[in-house]
């Protein structure tokens, strides 16, 4: 098991389950995100892959060999959207985490504050995952794209963004936005069955769109 800790109060870790093993929610709020397969609860309250919710004091027990991801959260107004996302963690992730532009070429990232923690890589049931856990500041355009060699989704740790979804790279070919509360994770954006020549996923263009704050989310590739 992994483990990340945002300064000391929004804890990370992957979890692997076995067939009919238990996992007992035992911190006081912990966001749940199923990367592969799916757990139930006792009363058969469901999560399905790429599937996530927030838990207080559940147990869930795996159908077959599962794989998910949980953040445990210390501070309750972080599940209630009541605290502010800078002055709890700006400082924390601008001086421990990499700005995007060191991480890639790409001469937007000079503009904006956004910030990525070291990529944390994981193996399960014969596919390879990437977790990577970013945080930036309010009003921030993360750009239409359409291209990426692996699946993506995103699991919203803090404070409420969107995902949105275009005929092509501008606002005015706008099909689809998707707003992610705390604890959400939005459904694929790839086109199912369809690849690229290049063997890449298919991909409409879609964009991690700003909220009105600051923001903490995990996004996960799957290759």
Known sequence: MKELSIDNRIKFKMVELNKWDIYKVNWKNEIIT???????????WELKTFESSVYHSWSFEALEETLITVFEIENHDII???FNVDSEFWEYCRSNWKQLRELYDVEWFEKVDLYRWDQVEHKFDWENYKFNLRFCWAN???LWHNEHNFIEVHTNVAWIWNMQKSLDWTDEWLVETVSLWIWATHRKFNIESEIEENGNPKYPFHRWLWGSRGNIWMAVEKY
Do not use: F, M, P, T
């Not at 199923?34 to 058969?44: D, F, M, P, T």
């Open 34 to 44: 199923v990367i592969s397969w799916k757990i139930y609860e006792k009363i058969k």
């Open 80 to 82: 209630l959207d009541k």
């Open 140 to 142: 921030i355009d993360c």
